[in-house]
């Protein structure tokens, strides 16, 4: 295996040492069974859930406030694809170590000098482990000037390494394949750019239902008229929160600012990318981590209230019960998708048991949602190479394999093209 594809060099979609070691780990314990990447993905979640907790706490110094962000950021119905696809993880495996990098430079700043290096070497794991993390300094900086208010910024300047050891890692270990370079039609920097500010960030809380998978899953419960007002709803209320927001950030609590410019920090390096691209779910893991300082404040009001605290226990009761619903119709609906795959992987193997290295399989029929499958027919066949595309367009030399598009999973034939 050579230098440019090893686990150490950067591969493609702008996956880096950290995660590339990561999954290179979890594959020579359990190959492709997806119990290991199942569990990889929760533990990440459970150990990234009690770092908000510890940064809350920190931050706040309440810990009924730390609770009540760490189980928010736990229990977000929006970190499903995140948690339990095996692609998303590198996202809380980034945010493991910048979480730790926020909490080591509070306690710095409180007077742990010790823990400066604690937070080098966690924001330089964070930024070798998913390009996204780079929003990292700015998110320091913004709540360096929430909590600690009229101190000197000059510190700050040290998390300039990790950046440059990031950089380094860049020139020696170059990428093989860009996520830009990759899907370079859907980066196109312009004034699409403000529409995803005001509709991605607030995505961590309502999702889009206009997408084809919400609307799959939708369809299942609801008649056709409810599931038309149910999109409309969706989309008005993303709407809403972005007013909000605005609102928060000119008139809210200095802990409130902090709290909303988080969440759209965090979305900065996907905002380039075209709407369909950046208000993918995965991407507001990182950012989501705004909304415990946004709820923190709520809880400290509220208990100073205590004809308010029965209100929010209900609140909290009635926003656990919809998280647990929303994640049973996710999980429901995916696992009727992974049926699907695993056929229609079956009976692309069923008809070519045996091919010849280089071959090239072309897949059409499928829905837009199963594109991806080209990606995992290779994996299969392995360690004959061959190549595989989901397209209309037959190859020059292959098979062509066609599917029912009302039963993705049934192959209708099977042709071979060239010589």
């Known amino acids: 295996m050579g230098r440019r594809h090893s686990v150490a060099a950067a591969g493609r979609g702008g996956l880096t040492v950290g995660w590339n070691l990561a999954?290179?780990?979890?594959?020579?314990?359990?190959?492709?069974?997806?119990?290991?990447?199942?569990?990889?993905?929760?533990t990440l979640h459970a150990i990234c859930?009690?770092?908000?907790?510890?940064?809350?706490?920190?931050?706040?110094?309440?810990?009924?406030?730390?609770?009540?962000?760490?189980?928010?950021?736990?229990?977000?119905?929006?970190?499903?694809?995140?948690?339990?696809?095996?692609?998303?993880?590198?996202?809380?495996?980034?945010?493991?170590?910048?979480?730790?990098?926020?909490?080591?430079?509070?306690?710095?700043?409180?007077?742990?000098?010790?823990?400066?290096a604690v937070a080098l070497v966690a924001a330089t794991m964070a930024l070798l482990t998913k390009d996204s993390a780079v929003s990292l300094w700015p998110l320091l900086a913004l709540l360096d000037w929430g909590a600690?208010?009229?101190?000197?910024r000059r510190p700050l300047l040290w998390l300039g390494l990790p950046y440059a050891?990031?950089?380094?890692?860049?020139?020696?270990?170059?990428?093989?394949?860009?996520?830009?370079?990759?899907?370079?039609?859907?980066?196109?920097?312009?004034l699409?750019?403000?529409?995803?500010?005001?509709?991605?960030?607030?995505?961590?809380?309502?999702?889009?239902?206009?997408?084809?998978?919400?609307?799959?899953?939708?369809?299942?419960?609801?008649?056709?008229?409810?599931?038309?007002?149910?999109?409309?709803?969706s989309v008005a209320a993303i709407l809403c929160v972005s007013v909000l927001a605005l609102i928060g950030l000119v008139k809210g609590s200095r802990m409130v600012k902090v709290g909303?410019?988080?969440?759209?920090?965090?979305?900065?390096p996907m905002l380039p990318f075209s709407?369909?691209?950046?208000?993918?779910?995965?991407?507001?893991?990182i950012a989501s981590i705004g909304l415990a300082f946004l709820v923190a404040p709520l809880i400290d009001w509220a208990a100073r209230r205590r004809w308010r605290r029965s209100a929010l226990i209900a609140a909290a009761v009635v926003f656990a019960l919809i998280s647990v619903g929303f994640l049973r119709m996710v999980c429901a609906n995916r696992l009727r998708d992974s049926v699907v795959r695993r056929e229609v992987i079956a009976a692309v193997r069923a008809a070519v048991p045996s091919p010849a290295p280089n071959t090239q399989f072309?897949?059409?029929?499928?829905?837009?949602?199963?594109?991806?499958?080209?990606?995992?027919?290779?994996?299969?066949?392995?360690?004959?190479?061959?190549?595989?595309?989901?397209?209309?367009?037959?190859?020059?030399?292959?098979?062509?394999?066609?599917?029912?598009?009302?039963?993705?999973?049934?192959?209708?034939?099977c042709l071979r093209m060239g010589p």
């Open 23 to 42: 999954l290179y780990t979890v594959y020579r314990h359990w190959g492709l069974d997806p119990r290991g990447y199942f569990a990889l993905g929760l």
């Open 49 to 116: 859930s009690a770092l908000v907790f510890a940064l809350v706490l920190v931050v706040t110094r309440r810990l009924g406030c730390a609770w009540a962000g760490g189980l928010l950021f736990a229990m977000l119905p929006s970190h499903h694809e995140a948690v339990t696809w095996c692609s998303a993880a590198l996202h809380p495996l980034a945010a493991v170590p910048l979480v730790t990098a926020v909490i080591a430079w509070v306690l710095y700043r409180r007077g742990t000098r010790a823990a400066l």
């Open 148 to 152: 600690f208010p009229g101190r000197d």
């Open 165 to 190: 050891a990031m950089i380094a890692w860049r020139i020696v270990c170059p990428p093989s394949q860009e996520v830009i370079a990759v899907g370079s039609a859907a980066y196109r920097p312009g």
């Open 192 to 233: 699409h750019i403000l529409s995803n500010l005001a509709l991605a960030p607030p995505q961590t809380l309502i999702p889009d239902l206009r997408f084809e998978n919400y609307q799959a899953m939708l369809s299942r419960v609801l008649p056709g008229p409810a599931v038309h007002a149910a999109l409309g709803a």
């Open 260 to 268: 909303i410019a988080w969440l759209y920090l965090g979305f900065l």
């Open 275 to 285: 709407y369909e691209y950046a208000r993918a779910p995965r991407y507001g893991y």
């Open 362 to 413: 072309v897949l059409s029929g499928l829905p837009p949602y199963l594109d991806d499958l080209w990606r995992a027919i290779p994996v299969y066949y392995y360690p004959t190479p061959v190549q595989a595309a989901a397209a209309e367009m037959p190859p020059a030399a292959g098979y062509q394999l066609r599917f029912d598009p009302a039963h993705p999973g049934r192959l209708l034939e």
